[in-house]
Each structure stands twice: as C-alpha cells, then as structure tokens.
C-alpha cells in the first residue's frame, strides 16, 4: 500500500510539473478530478433522495448535495458577559428591551442610542438613563411565565446567545437564581405513567392512607406525541431527514404534563415519586427478534422521552421548592390490591379495570398503580436492609384495616373515580 501510494504521489507531482513548465500542450493529471460547486436546489434534491430506488442514483444524488453551493447558515452570536447585554424594563413596569454592546464607539455608521430610565429586569437593580453609540436597544418579548420566572428582579442574568432564524431575532439567555431549599413532607404523589393515558396521579400520607385519586388524564396529550412521532417518520422517509417542528412538539407536550404533575404536588405538599423505569429506556429502541412484538412505550413515550420527562420533572419541582422526584421499583405496582395487598397479575382485567382476585376490590388500574407507587415511596423512607417490599406493603395494608375504608380514600368509591378530597379547604384537581 505505502509503494503503491508513492508512486501515485509522484506520477502526479511529475506530470503537474511538467505541465506547468510546458502548458496546455503536455499531459496534465487526470486525478485527482477537480470538483466545482454547482448551484442546486437543495430542498428539492433532498425530496428526490427520498424518492430514489436504486443505490446508483442514491448515489448521483448524494454527490449533487455534498457539491452544491449552499448559502452558509446564520452563525450565533455569543454575548459571553451579562453587562454586554442587559434587559432593562423601561420605568421598572414598563415594556422590556434588550441593550446589546455590539457596535464600536468609533465606528463610522455607530449611532448615538438613548435610553430612559429603567431597572434591570433580572436582578432588580436601578438603571439610569443614558446615551452610547457601542451599544443598541431592541424591543423584547416573552412569554408570562418566563417573564415571572426569570425577569423577576430575584436572578443574576449570566450570558446570552443571539440566534436567527429565517426573519425573527431570539435572545437565549442564561439566568442563575437561588435555590430553593426543599420542603419536608410526609405525602407522596406517585406518578403512573402509560400509554393510553399518559398520567395517573395519587397522593398518600405516610402511613399509606389515600388522601386524593386523581383519574387518568392527558389523552390528548399522548395523542399529540403519536401524532407528531408518526408525522416525522413519515418526513423522514419522504425528505431523508426530520425537521426540528415535530420534536419541539413532543417536548410541549412532555411540558404540558410536568406542569400538571408539579402543580398538584406544589398544592399537595407531596414528594413526587415515580417508576424507575431506566431499564425499559436502556432497551426499548433495541433490536428486536423477528416477528416479535413492540410495546406500547415505543408507541407513545420512546427512550429520549422517558428520560425528558423526569429530567424536566427534576428542574421544574426544584424551581417549586421541591426535592427531586423519587424513583422507586415498577414491579407490581399495577397487579397489587391497594385493600388487602394481594398481588396477582390476574387482578387486571383490562387498560382501564382492576378486580382483585382474593377480596373483590375493584377500580380504575392506572389509579390504583398511582396510588401503590406513592404507597412504595412512603416505605423506602423506613425500609431497613433486607426488608422485602411486598413484606413491608403487607404490613401497611394490614395497618389500615383500623379504618372503615381500609385507608382508602376516594379509591373506595368504585363507581367515581373522580371524587377527590380537599386540601386545607382546597379541592385539588377540579
């Protein structure tokens, strides 16, 4: 290999140099062949990569994209130091305007800014007019919710990023605030999360007593990441690649259902715990084998999306005040009767229905998994080594017996799933 590289190397040195001494008239180098950039359509090339059948005109195709001439995309601007950019809110309740340190002072087209007096929308501090030809002011805007959680004169604003895209402007900003130290409590909200019904919610005292039942909800929203994960197959097939809309749409609505989670342990005061469910993330994208069958996860909530939810769990109870949520072992929380704690896999019946096989009890299954999950979060509080948990669920349950529902709450209304019980006067979750 290292001989037959040499000698190519020097046919092609020598036939360049004489070709330079000589002109058109010697022999010039056949290879390597000389690419020139050709103007394209890019996009169209691409949906004509997606159309292509045979591996020749794939090929061709690839070529023609990897030659064409693109313009270079908008490159972000990096404002590495807050006081190269400070959002200011005009008069301290007025509208909001980013001031950018851009420009040089000696810069021909520099023109004098003014600005009015104003605080700085993060950390509160009094800002007061003045005029400066580095420096540039440009109408913002943002949402409420971020505008109360970030400009709310308790931040320090670190950095930002000044990204464009198509004809809009967008500041990203970085914001460092105190943390919250979180509150101690003795409820725990379990989280069971499906396909169907993406979310089941449960709040139990420490003694295992259910305080709320929450029904199944987000439908809808588990409808929407089916849609939007078929819609970017289908893109990707078309175009050979998938466009960011279909992804931002899925992290919306994993969004839409923290919140939801976040509010009602904020109401509740509870620890949110949830299902350890990082083995099904490890292997749900796997290879499978032929003829087997995908599970629902794969459906609805893949690998990246499990891990989003609780990452955005994490930051969103921690800026509420909240510890981290818990996890705890998935095994048998859908198969345990919450009444006398028998576990049997023949109890649900179905999606929705759970009839314990020993007592009778009856209920919605994803309710009732809530519920044992928040129940299974109270009792790694006081599990000692070596205890088993079905063990330590046993002896709860028995515990309970001292109450006419046995401790359960709203689950023992069979026929309403939807009763739900007051906090401190509050009805949660109307």
Known sequence: VTRNAIDNISSYVGLQQTFLKKGDGAQKPEWPAEARNVRTNYSGALDDLGLVTDLETENLLRDELNRSDRDPPFMPMTVARSRDAKIIRHGGTGALAVEINIAAANDKKAKTSSRADGVEAASGEVVKAGSS???????????????????????????????????????????????????????????DRGVVNPVALSVVEQDGRVVTAMPPFGADIGAAITEAERKRRAE??????????????????????????????????????????????????????????????????????????????????????????????????????????????????????????????????????????????????????????????QKMVDALQRFDDSGLGPLSNSQDYRINTDFDGEVLNR
């Open 236 to 393: 990707q097939k078309r175009r050979g690649r998938a466009s960011k809309g279909h992804r931002l749409s899925v992290e919306q609505s994993l969004h839409k259902l923290a919140n939801e989670i976040v509010s009602n342990a904020k109401r509740a005061g509870a620890q949110v715990v949830i299902e350890n469910l990082d083995g099904q993330k490890r292997t749900i994208n796997q290879s499978r084998k032929k003829g087997a069958r995908k599970g629902g996860w794969r459906k609805a909530l893949k690998r990246s999306q499990l891990g989003n939810l609780e990452i955005i769990l994490g930051y969103k109870l921690a800026l509420a005040g909240l510890k981290p949520p818990q996890k705890v072992f998935p095994g048998g929380t859908s198969t345990i009767c919450p009444k006398c704690g028998a576990r049997d896999a023949q109890s649900r019946k179905s999606q929705d229905a759970f009839e314990c096989t020993t007592c009778g009890f009856t209920g919605h299954a994803d309710s009732i998994a809530a519920a044992n999950i928040a129940r299974r979060g109270a009792q790694m509080k006081t599990i000692k080594k070596g205890e088993k948990l079905d063990a330590k669920n």
């Open 133 to 191: 030809k580095s420096k540039i002011l440009v109408p913002l805007s943002c949402s409420k919710w971020h505008e109360q959680k970030f400009l709310n004169g308790r931040t320090i604003h670190r950095s930002s990023l000044i990204v464009r895209k198509q004809d809009r402007w967008f500041l990203l900003a970085q914001f460092e605030m105190a943390e919250a130290r979180p509150i101690e409590t003795n409820r725990y909200l379990g989280v």
